[in-house]
Every structure is written in structure tokens, then in C-alpha cells.
């Protein structure tokens, strides 16, 4: 099964801020990589899909990079409501899934 | 609106079983793949199962297979998992969720599991 290695764990960052968020695959995965945010109490919320791509609503402040095994997770100018987990997850070929280990942000 | 509510969680006993179901509702059922992940208490999402649009593709964890069945009914727009041989370390939040190609758009509120004596 493909290993998702996610950094870091924790981060904690000022309003305006950029955040970046690392995710690491441990075999090539092309860009079949997603980013989700999750707030406290709440479900998952998909993000970036295809490692680049902006879901529909998304704020421009996030992005995505990265292809094979390293991808980048950015938040160009942190704002208070974005204090939540995110999480990668793979989706190369078949099942499972895997998620990386989550990051959780916090307001410095 | 795209609305998914589970629904079937509960305090169970280790080696008991439980149902959940997930009703859909404000899109096309038939034609999303759907699948459920799981989240124990202050830990990271696991994913737990994958179903095809169809129903005739399935695919497990390695930690539920044997013991977890999904299914659907695309009539009913809803989709469930019957869960047997509980163990404490399926306690967790139950969420299923809609998408396709591995990307989950849409997800479920979730339902609480504890698998407890």
C-alpha cells in the first residue's frame, strides 16, 4: 500500500502568514493527490483535487503543487478561519485511499 | 442542495454488529462512487470502504475486511455498511461521502460509533 508522510504534525503561524504544508507519497503517484481542511466537530472539506486544481468555492489563497512523490499544500495569507486540520490523501490507482497523518494549524 | 446523512451509530459490545446507512439526497445517487471513512476519537481520517456507482466494484481496508459489508440501493439513493465482529478499535466517527476517482466533494455529518463493555 502507498504511505503518505504528511509535516509537519502541528504549525502555528500568524494572521497573514504563509503556511506550507508537506505531503510525501512513497511511490510515484502522479498527481492523483487531494488536500482537504477539516474544522473542529465537522466532516472533511476537499480543497485542491489533482494536486493543483481549486474546487469550486475554494478561496484563491489556497494551492496546491507537487507530482510523483512531493507535494506542497500553500496558504498564501493566513486569515482566522482557516485554524483547522488538513489532511492529504492519495488516490493513484486502486483503493486504499490513503490519508497522510494531518496538520494542524493554529493562530500564533 | 447535496445533502448526506448517516445514520445507525451506536454503543455496542465488542464482537457485536451495527448498520449504517447514509441517505442521499440532491444529486444523480446512481452515478457517484461513494465510500466511507472513519475517524477515531482525536486521530487522523482512515479510509473504510469504496462502492461503485453500480455497487458492483467494492474494495475494503485491510482493517474491516471480513467484517464490514458496503452496499447500495440506488433506488432508495442510499447507501449502507453492516459492521459484525465489532472491535474498540472500530470506535470512531463514521462518514460516508460522494465523489468519483478517489476525490470525496461531498460528505456526510458522520455517526458515532463506540465499541465499549
Known amino acids: 500500500d502507498i504511505q503518505m508522510t504528511q509535516s509537519p504534525s502541528s504549525l502555528s503561524a500568524s494572521v497573514g502568514d504563509r503556511v506550507t504544508i508537506t505531503c510525501q507519497a512513497s511511490q510515484d503517484i502522479s498527481n492523483y493527490l487531494n488536500w482537504y481542511q477539516q474544522k473542529p466537530g465537522k466532516a472533511p472539506n476537499l480543497l485542491i483535487y489533482d494536486a493543483s486544481n481549486l474546487e469550486t468555492g475554494v478561496p484563491s489563497r489556497f494551492s496546491g503543487s507537487g507530482s510523483a512523490t512531493d507535494f506542497t499544500f500553500t496558504i498564501s495569507s493566513l486569515q482566522p478561519e482557516d485554524i483547522a486540520t488538513y489532511y492529504c490523501q492519495q488516490y493513484d490507482n486502486l483503493p486504499p485511499y490513503t490519508f497522510g497523518q494531518g496538520t494542524k494549524l493554529e493562530i500564533k | 442542495e447535496v445533502q448526506l446523512v448517516e445514520s445507525g451509530g451506536n454503543l455496542v459490545l465488542p464482537g457485536g454488529s451495527l448498520r449504517l446507512s447514509c441517505a442521499a439526497s440532491?444529486?444523480?445517487?446512481?452515478?457517484?462512487?461513494m465510500t466511507w471513512v472513519r475517524q477515531a476519537p482525536g486521530k487522523g481520517l482512515e479510509w473504510v470502504s469504496y462502492?461503485?456507482?453500480?455497487?458492483?466494484?467494492?474494495y475494503y481496508a485491510d482493517s474491516v475486511k471480513g467484517r464490514f459489508t458496503v452496499s447500495r440501493d440506488n433506488a432508495k439513493t442510499s447507501l449502507y455498511l453492516q459492521m459484525n465482529s465489532l472491535r474498540a478499535e472500530d470506535t470512531a466517527v463514521y462518514y460516508c461521502?460522494?465523489?468519483?476517482?478517489?476525490?470525496?466533494?461531498?460528505w456526510g455529518q458522520g455517526t458515532l460509533v463506540i465499541v465499549s463493555s
Open positions: 440532491g444529486f444523480t445517487f446512481s452515478s457517484y462512487e
Open positions: 461521502a460522494s465523489g468519483g476517482r478517489g476525490s470525496w466533494y461531498h
Open positions: 462502492i461503485s456507482s453500480s455497487g458492483k466494484t467494492i
